[in-house]
Nanobody, 115 residues
């Protein structure tokens, strides 16, 4: 069983920065994909960024150059550094782990960007 625990959301002004953290607990080894998704009110959940077990990263076009995903393997933690935040980045951000054909989700953390 895997558990994902997120932290780091909050309220920030446009142009500001936030860092989200997601600690993964459980049996995590082999090939996996760790990522951040977000869901704004009335919209579908969408991929923001992803990092593979091999260290490759993938970003949605709307965050390229502003967000960075990285991980600390010793702590089994993945981070999302968000810079130059915009009001349209306002959403609930979810950590996701895809491993051994199973999808796991964190509880979500609210990010609100004021204009």
């Amino acid at each position: 069983q895997v558990q994902l625990v997120e932290s780091g959301g909050g309220l920030v002004q446009a142009g500001g920065s936030l860092r989200l953290s997601c600690a993964a607990f459980g049996s995590i080894f082999g090939i996996y994909f760790l990522g951040w998704y977000r869901q704004a009110p009335g919209k579908q959940r969408e991929l923001v960024a992803q990092i593979t077990s091999g260290g490759s990263t993938n970003y949605a076009d709307f965050v390229k150059g502003r967000f960075t995903i990285y991980r600390d393997n010793d702590k089994n933690t993945v981070y999302l550094q968000m810079n130059s935040l915009k009001p349209e980045d306002t959403a609930v951000y979810y950590c996701n782990l895809l491993i051994r054909f199973q999808n796991y989700w964190g509880q979500g953390t609210q990010v609100t960007v004021s204009s």
